[in-house]
């Protein structure tokens, strides 16, 4: 197996030992970090954003409720995570008119609401503060090395001294998200990575406005989609299709507004509420996965494995799951109590399951929102069938809420 090692003295520098080291401090790497720390097992996390950074960058919003469920499970579910906001309902919103979407009705499940940044302040102060987790933030150029032995090491740039140091461990936990080193590292290894680009672009956008309804709001219009998605009280996410590769700046706040006013129009509807624009920036919309997420020691989760368009908003679910399931993997592996290594030998194809299944429903949702607006009439027309059936065939309905919350029985 390749070493992603590009120094020539890294056995002459002295090295820390540890059981895992886990790279990237986000929803993925914080939950394996507390998994393990629960456990007993030896870890290091390290981060090259401060924590500062990683406490308040904002994403997701919405949290599936077997994700909920897990974190509980694992003692990581505080009461604010536990009763915060729970969606039951979604609306459609087209041809000038709403549609509700009851989907707790349909399935008994529903959704959380609670902002990513929030998710990851709980999980570093559980990891870091309460149980001593050791937290290494704003190291700089993060390397893996001899991937292909038992004791492979993960080197990195001292924050305070400028010097390279370096971890020995018997497995690495590549969970530094789409822009990190640890996919790279796996590729290197024969890794394949498959990726879909939709060939659309969305406008992100954080509103410091109150939601203008409290549930997630598509709209499918032929201008393009728009969505509206609640974060608190005080703060709302809007999207707007958009080209792809558009310029923000493109997007004035008056620009912004005429949007979403018109593409989230209805009869019926509270006007939105409008307000300073926090975030604005441009997600040309793509997946990817890689396959296997694992090679010799070194094995990914999260968005470092696996990247999917926030059309469904599935990405941090998917973190999640992956995270679950490699945590107790290395926990039983690591503590002996699963001495063969079953859990880990088990782990990428049990977390492919699930990823592919939200990927395919990402693109089948995809061509909801988008297809109306792509200057096609027959896909313009086959996306509106698509739409009607959800409010027409129950079944349709049925099959459409477990996908949306994840509640599939197996996968
Ligand atoms: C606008 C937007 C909205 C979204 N909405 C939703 C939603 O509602 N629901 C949902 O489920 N998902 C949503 N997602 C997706 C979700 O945010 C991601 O899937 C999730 O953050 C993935 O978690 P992760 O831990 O795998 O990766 P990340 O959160 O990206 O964490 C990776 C960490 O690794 C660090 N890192 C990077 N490189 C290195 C390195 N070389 N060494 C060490 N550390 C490194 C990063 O700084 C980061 O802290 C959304 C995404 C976006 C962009």
Same mark, same amino acid.
């Given at each position: 197996?390749?070493?992603?090692?590009?120094?020539?003295?890294?056995?002459?520098?002295?090295?820390?030992?540890?059981?895992?080291?886990?790279?990237?401090?986000?929803?993925?790497?914080?939950?394996?970090?507390?998994?393990?720390?629960?456990?007993?097992?030896?870890?290091?996390?390290?981060?090259?954003?401060?924590?500062?950074?990683?406490?308040?960058?904002?994403?997701?919003?919405?949290?599936? =409720?077997?994700?909920?469920?897990?974190?509980?499970?694992?003692?990581?579910?505080?009461?604010?995570?536990?009763?915060?906001?729970?969606?039951?309902?979604?609306?459609?919103?087209?041809?000038?008119?709403?549609?509700?979407?009851?989907?707790? =009705?349909?399935?008994?499940?529903?959704?959380?609401?609670?902002?990513?940044?929030?998710?990851?302040?709980?999980?570093?102060?559980?990891?870091?503060?309460?149980?001593?987790?050791?937290?290494?933030?704003?190291?700089?150029?993060?390397?893996?090395?001899?991937?292909?032995?038992?004791?492979?090491?993960?080197?990195?740039?001292?924050?305070?001294?400028?010097?390279?140091?370096?971890?020995?461990?018997?497995?690495?936990?590549?969970?530094?998200?789409?822009?990190?080193?640890?996919?790279?590292?796996?590729?290197?290894?024969?890794?394949?990575?498959?990726?879909?680009?939709?060939?659309?672009?969305?406008?992100?956008?954080?509103?410091?406005?109150?939601?203008?309804?409290?549930?997630?709001?598509?709209?499918?219009?032929?201008?393009?989609?728009?969505?509206?998605?609640?974060?608190?009280?005080?703060?709302?996410?809007?999207?707007?299709?958009?080209?792809?590769?558009?310029?923000?700046?493109?997007?004035?706040?008056?620009?912004?507004?005429?949007?979403?006013?018109?593409?989230?129009?209805?009869?019926?509807?509270?006007?939105?509420?409008?307000?300073?624009?926090?975030?604005?920036?441009?997600?040309?919309?793509?997946?990817?996965?890689?396959?296997?997420?694992?090679?010799?020691?070194?094995?990914?989760?999260?968005?470092?494995?696996?990247?999917?368009?926030?059309?469904?908003?599935?990405?941090?679910?998917?973190?999640?799951?992956?995270?679950?399931?490699?945590?107790?993997?290395?926990?039983?592996?690591?503590?002996?109590?699963?001495?063969?290594?079953?859990?880990?030998?088990?782990?990428?194809?049990?977390?492919?399951?699930?990823?592919?299944?939200?990927?395919?429903?990402?693109?089948?949702?995809?061509?909801?929102?988008?297809?109306?607006?792509?200057?096609?009439?027959?896909?313009?027309?086959?996306?509106?069938?698509?739409?009607?059936?959800?409010?027409?065939?129950?079944?349709?309905?049925?099959?459409?809420?477990?996908?949306?919350?994840?509640?599939?029985?197996?996968?």
């Amino acid at each position: 197996m390749t070493c992603v090692t590009g120094l020539q003295d890294l056995n002459s520098l002295p090295a820390e030992d540890t059981s895992v080291v886990v790279i990237g401090a986000g929803p993925a790497g914080l939950t394996v970090g507390n998994i393990l720390r629960a456990a007993g097992v030896d870890c290091v996390v390290l981060e090259v954003e401060s924590r500062a950074a990683i406490e308040r960058r904002p994403r997701a919003g919405v949290i599936e =409720e077997w994700a909920v469920r897990g974190l509980d499970e694992r003692g990581l579910a505080t009461p604010a995570l536990l009763t915060t906001e729970r969606h039951t309902a979604c609306e459609f919103r087209f041809e000038g008119q709403r549609h509700l979407f009851p989907y707790q =009705e349909l399935t008994g499940r529903h959704h959380y609401i609670y902002p990513q940044p929030l998710l990851v302040t709980d999980l570093v102060r559980s990891y870091a503060d309460l149980r001593g987790g050791d937290l290494r933030c704003e190291v700089g150029d993060v390397r893996l090395h001899d991937l292909g032995s038992d004791r492979p090491a993960v080197s990195y740039r001292c924050p305070d001294t400028g010097r390279r140091r370096v971890l020995r461990c018997a497995y690495v936990a590549g969970c530094d998200g789409a822009r990190g080193v640890s996919r790279a590292a796996l590729t290197a290894t024969g890794a394949r990575t498959a990726r879909h680009d939709y060939g659309i672009g969305w406008l992100a956008l954080l509103a410091e406005a109150p939601p203008s309804a409290d549930r997630v709001l598509f709209g499918v219009h032929p201008d393009g989609f728009a969505g509206q998605m609640p974060r608190s009280p005080e703060v709302t996410r809007f999207y707007l299709q958009c080209p792809p590769g558009d310029d923000p700046d493109a997007w004035s706040h008056e620009r912004v507004w005429a949007a979403l006013h018109r593409r989230l129009a209805a009869s019926g509807a509270a006007a939105l509420n409008e307000g300073r624009l926090l975030e604005k920036r441009v997600l040309d919309m793509h997946d990817y996965v890689v396959e296997p997420m694992a090679a010799g020691r070194l094995l990914l989760a999260g968005d470092a494995a696996h990247l999917v368009a926030p059309i469904a908003a599935k990405g941090m679910n998917l973190a999640l799951h992956d995270a679950f399931l490699l945590g107790d993997a290395l926990a039983g592996r690591c503590t002996g109590a699963d001495p063969k290594g079953t859990g880990l030998a088990g782990y990428a194809s049990a977390a492919l399951r699930r990823v592919w299944d939200y990927q395919e429903f990402s693109q089948w949702l995809s061509e909801v929102y988008h297809g109306v607006a792509g200057g096609d009439p027959f896909r313009a027309g086959t996306s509106a069938a698509r739409l009607r059936r959800l409010f027409t065939s129950p079944r349709a309905a049925a099959a459409f809420a477990e996908q949306y919350l994840g509640t599939a029985e197996r996968y």
